[in-house]
């Protein structure tokens, strides 16, 4: 379980396909408070740690995975929004994130609006149902409010703001038209969507 606020923003260093990709990430975190086994939401994936050293650790990224996320982004050199899972006691500052995917967007605007970016990105139209203006929406990992929704011919686009603060904690600094986003939606609106479908 995650909060959807970025701790670091890691490098994927090398990649060996070992049957799983298994990738190595240089990252900022103290690793020796960071056991084998514990979960770190990448760019919006829940990956577990297999191997680590002092500034990195690795993890295995299965074909399935591989498949449900944003292209390019398990490649040499990429940047990934970093986040160790909460604990009890923990701030909740974002909300609720599970590190599971739900669909892939893609960039269609970035404009500078103030000293915020203003992203809008398109999606599937099977994700409509679940994203509301003033909800939340996790992009790479990131903790996001919708500020507004539209349907488009073949899908959906909506809004979000990335303040300054955001930006430069975030891989979103350097965001461009055009870049693939991993999406997740509320896990709220996920279960109220099946709810309501079970009764239909």
């Known amino acids: 379980m995650f909060t959807g606020i970025i701790t670091d923003v890691g490098r994927v260093e090398a990649v060996e396909q070992r049957g799983d990709l298994r990738l190595r990430i240089g990252c900022g975190y103290d690793m020796a408070g960071v056991d084998l086994g514990a979960s770190i939401a990448c760019s919006g994936v829940c990956l577990t740690v297999v191997d680590k050293g002092q500034d990195w650790f690795a993890v ?10 944003a292209s390019n982004m398990w490649d040499t050199g990429s940047a990934l929004n970093l986040e160790r899972s909460l604990r009890l006691g923990d701030e909740l500052g974002g909300h609720i994130v599970t590190g599971h995917v739900d669909g892939i967007g893609e960039v269609e605007a970035v404009a500078e609006i103030g000293g915020s970016l203003r992203l809008s990105i398109t999606a599937a139209a099977d994700l409509e149902a679940f994203i509301a203006p003033k909800g939340s929406i996790a992009l790479d990992g990131v903790s996001l409010t919708v500020n507004e929704v539209e349907p488009v011919s073949d899908g959906i686009r909506f809004a979000v703001n990335i303040i ?17 986003v991993n999406i997740e939606i509320d896990v709220l609106a996920r279960y109220i969507g099946r709810m309501m479908e079970l009764r239909r």
């Open 60 to 69: 295995d990224v299965s074909a399935e995975t591989l498949v449900r996320t």
């Open 164 to 180: 300054p603060h955001t930006a430069a904690q975030t891989n979103f600094a350097t965001i461009e038209p055009g870049r693939p």
